[in-house]
């Protein structure tokens, strides 16, 4: 069971993972022993299953996103996952209810490589139909 504690430490971290240990021990007004002890105890026990890097506005902003829906039965959804894992574009990949199987986020640099990039998925073995949306504006990036 995660503590408020915890759940405040993961969100500064979402925030900043790069954030030092005395900076999260100051702001959970602990000490930096103790915020230690905590990160160490949220990493092993898998809360925590790493770092990542975040894109900075000036380029993300560069960028045309989409969501993409798609339909691809059950006995090829490993086969179609495995294809979709090695596109660089994808940045995130569901499992979801509904008329679709899957969701995905993709990233490109224009409007017509994010249209190479559907095309593609739309040519993997198994995909029976997909849907796009552009993601106009970001709201809320945690």
């Known amino acids: 069971m995660l503590t408020e504690k915890d759940l405040t430490l993961i969100a500064l971290l979402k925030e900043n993972g790069r954030m ?3 900076d999260l021990a100051r702001k959970l007004n602990v000490s930096r022993t103790a915020a ?3 990160l160490e105890k949220l990493e ?5 299953a790493g ?7 000036e380029v993300s902003a560069h960028q045309v996103k989409a969501l993409v829906m798609i339909k691809a039965p059950p006995r090829v959804r490993t086969s179609v996952e495995a294809h979709l894992k090695k596109i660089h574009a994808l940045s995130a990949l569901y499992s979801i209810s509904g008329a679709f199987d899957l969701a995905c986020v ?6 017509s490589a994010l249209d190479n990039v559907i095309d593609l998925i739309g040519n993997i073995d198994g995909v029976t139909d997909t849907m796009s949306s ?7 990036d945690r």
Do not use: E, F
Not at 134 to 140: C, E, G, Q, W, Y
């Open 20 to 22: 030092s240990v005395a």
């Open 36 to 38: 230690q002890a905590r």
């Open 44 to 48: 092993n026990n898998g809360t925590i």
């Open 51 to 57: 770092y990542s890097l975040r894109l900075g506005q």
């Open 106 to 111: 993709l990233s490109a640099q224009s409007v």
């Open 134 to 140: 552009v993601i106009l504006s970001t709201k809320i």
